[in-house]
């Protein structure tokens, strides 16, 4: 294939994810997607039918046809369905998380080294505009608390809210943190099933940064936010409406300091009069309107044309599932059940 010929690419599995993928993919101009797959014969012929591509049979023969493609199954199956095109040196993007447990994950790697293949995880906030924005900062944080809830999806409930929805945010905090887990406390509670539904997990840094990450999947009213607190200033940001906001240290401390002098003289005698809010300038974070999927495939296709490295690697995705690990392990002992 030239280099300027579209990326053949395939998509496996067409759940919800699967078929947002290669929806994306028929609309971007340096791929061509090839077809997909499902077990599934109907969710492929589907699929394959509204972006006028081939339904596969069998991953066998998608192997000779595709240069990449998305994974997008369900988390247990991730190493084995990776495996085979792993090994013919296809390109992989994974669903996050990279694998159900450590062991496969490190397998997932293995096999991606020894052939040479790109392995990109789908950890589909590191693009959200937002983070982007926040990413440009290049904040040092002593202090980050995350929450992560929504209603019940009845999707996955065969897998804890740790692996189902903290695991966005715990590649987050580890992509922030730049350091090592020094230790880890959670409490979980199940009420559907034998796995966790709400989780609070406390993280600890060697750095001496500090995450405290909260999920639930049995609130009533859906809420992705991020708080992160440094020496500099403040950042907040709101994942599901793609903005955020910052407070600078510098510029804002006088201001601060001031009200608490003249309160602390008497030139202010009721401490209702001061509000926080007009002490402080708060700046709206410059946003761009991508969409992260679009984004996050734009970036695995230039992985495997250009040669760059992956956004999020197999080793970060590895990472993850390591520390979602820890947490599970943290909560199993004084689960609520």
Known sequence: MSQGAPLPVGVVGCGRMGRLHARVYSQMPSVRLAGVYDLERGAGDSVAAEHRCRAFADLQSMLSEVRAVTIAVPTVSHAQVAEPFLQHGIACLIEKPLSQDVGEGRRIIELARRNGAVVQVGHIE?????????????????????????????????????????????DIVLKLARSDVADVSAIGVSVVGEVEDVCNARVRFANGCVASLTASRLAMKTERKLRIFSRDGYVSLDYQQRRGVVVHRSGNLAAIRDAVARLRSGQIDDISQLNYADLVSIEQLQVDDVEPLRAQLESFVAAVREGTAPVVSADEGLAAVELAKRIVDAISPGMVL
């Open 126 to 170: 590191r693009f959200n505009p937002a983070v982007r924005a926040m990413e440009r900062l290049r904040i040092e944080p002593r202090y980050i608390e995350v929450t992560r809830i929504s209603p019940l999806t009845f999707r996955s409930i065969d897998v804890g809210v740790v692996l189902d929805m903290m695991i966005h945010d715990i």
